[in-house]
């Protein structure tokens, strides 16, 4: 079996998981509500204080949807208690970020500045740490904060020569050294 499928998901208190016709889970807790249709072949069981995932045979689809399946219901668990936060650095001369309501301003280099909209049930917000400029992104749903931490460090990616871009807080920029004079 699946080492991560057949693994247990813990049931914080606070939390009610709801498993509907077609594999339809819901997740409520202290954060918010989460719904997601799962596929259809896996056995999704609340008993207890637990949620157990089992497959109906072997073949290699299904044992790759069963630590999958497992993993989506432990991801909304842990984002309607914990929530999900990415952290993004801005660096570079002249490199700006700003919060105003729901819009995010990004001055990047370009002839303009950027903008962009926190989509629904995603927070952002900029602090100043050191030289860098850091944006936080929030949100109960790791695929929407993933995806909106990606597409704003798209705007501008770090560079190989002087890291100028955005980049994740924890990402590995590898540097190239730079052209040298002839003698």
Known sequence: MSRIGRM???IPAGVT???AENNKVTVKGPKGELTRVLPSEMEIKVEGAE????????LKKMKSLHGLTRTLINNMVVGVTEGYV???EVNGVGYKAAKAGKKLTLSLGYSHPVEMEDPEGIETSVEQQGSATVILVKGIDKEKVGQFAAEIRDKRRPEPYKGKGIKY???VIRRKVGKTGKK
């Open 51 to 58: 949620v157990q995932v089992s497959r109906p045979n072997d």
């Open 169 to 171: 807080a924890d990402e």
């Open 86 to 88: 990415k952290k993004l």
């Open 17 to 19: 998981v709801d498993v």
């Open 8 to 10: 247990p998901i813990a």
